[in-house]
């Protein structure tokens, strides 16, 4: 079954990840994006590091388009 990320979500480690590039990332930011992960994956009972996994993935090295 593929994890369901919600574009809040998505959005949030797309702001992470920009912010972890340019040497920015600050606690607030990691923070929000954890407590996200956390909810979401509580939230549809998935696994809290598989959600991630997904998230991180999606978002630092997404698919091709088509």
Do not use: F, S
Request: cysteine-free; glycine content about 4%; hydrophobic content about 40%.
């Amino acid at each position: 079954m593929a994890i369901e990320l919600t574009p809040d979500l998505i959005q949030l480690e797309e702001r992470a990840w920009a912010e972890q590039q340019a040497g920015a990332l600050t606690v607030e930011t990691a923070l929000a994006v954890q407590q996200a992960i956390t909810a979401h994956a509580e939230a549809t009972g998935e696994n809290r590091y598989e959600v991630e996994r997904e998230l991180k993935r999606h978002v630092r090295h997404p698919e091709p388009a088509a």
